[in-house]
Nanobody, 121 residues
Framework: EVRLVESGGGLVQPGGSLRLSCAVS????????MSWARQAPGKGLERVSS????????YYADFVKGRFTISRDNAKNALYLQMNSLEPEDTAIYYC??????????????WGQGTQVTVSS
């Protein structure tokens, strides 16, 4: 069974930081394109960041460039998202996904349950 379990979300003040983790089992992250996506209240799913299977290519949405960093630890079979300079607009449920890159839709790949990130004073 493939499982992706996100953690690290929570309440943070504007300008603060969080580090999201995605623990993966049932597949090897070094063999899959991996992505972080988010869904804000009342809005659709949007791609935040991706790293390809080799780790040689990364993608960042314009709204997170310079603030977020995606990384992968093959030894731990885990994916991470370091989020700095958080803004209220970053408030959303953040999802980890395997086998998801350029096209971010729940119709493809494997998805975690999500972790809530709330940016508020």
């Amino acid at each position: 069974e493939v499982r992706l379990v996100e953690s690290g979300g929570g309440l943070v003040q504007p300008g603060g930081s969080l580090r999201l983790s995605c623990a993966v089992s049932g597949l090897t992250v070094s063999s899959y394109d991996m992505s972080w996506a988010r869904q804000a209240p009342g809005k659709g799913l949007e791609r935040v960041s991706s790293i390809n299977w080799s780790g040689r290519r990364t993608y960042y949405a314009d709204f997170v460039k310079g603030r977020f960093t995606i990384s992968r630890d093959n030894a731990k079979n885990a994916l991470y998202l370091q989020m700095n300079s958080l803004e209220p607009e970053d408030t959303a449920i953040y999802y980890c996904a395997a086998g998801v890159g350029q096209v971010v839709t729940r119709a493809y790949g494997y998805w975690g349950q999500g972790t809530q990130v709330t940016v508020s004073s």
